[in-house]
């Protein structure tokens, strides 16, 4: 029989759990957002390298050297400001991504709101 019918290939068995980072759309976001941030802050290590390979290349003119590396080196900081934000958004949304410190807080007051016994 074919899928419909319930008795074709994989009918029936629940989904691998082998590698379930493969599947998490967040584990992708994650990686990425890390790579993205290694990538800038390698730029922004070489930011200077950068700017004098164009003025050298003649793509860059030699008095305007110094801003553009000023704001090459911004751009890198408000790019890595951005990527940060993204990444601490994700990690928030997780489940059960509080804080150590919340956690006992709602725990503590759970056992507050629970009616003693004997009474």
Do not use: N
């Amino acid at each position: 029989m074919t899928q419909e019918g319930g008795l074709g290939r994989g009918a029936g068995r629940a989904p691998s759990t082998a590698y379930p980072w493969r599947r998490s759309h967040e584990a992708t976001q994650v990686s990425v957002l890390v790579l993205s941030l290694v990538v800038v802050f390698l730029l922004s290590i070489a930011h200077d390298e950068i700017v004098a390979h164009a003025v050298a290349q003649g793509w860059l003119a030699e008095t305007r050297a110094e801003w553009a590396e000023i704001a090459l080196g911004l751009g890198l900081f408000l790019v890595w400001g951005a990527l940060t934000v993204a990444l601490v958004d994700l990690v928030r949304r997780q489940p059960g991504s509080g804080s150590r410190r919340e956690q006992d807080v709602a725990a503590a007051s759970a056992q507050q709101d629970e009616p003693k016994g004997g009474a």
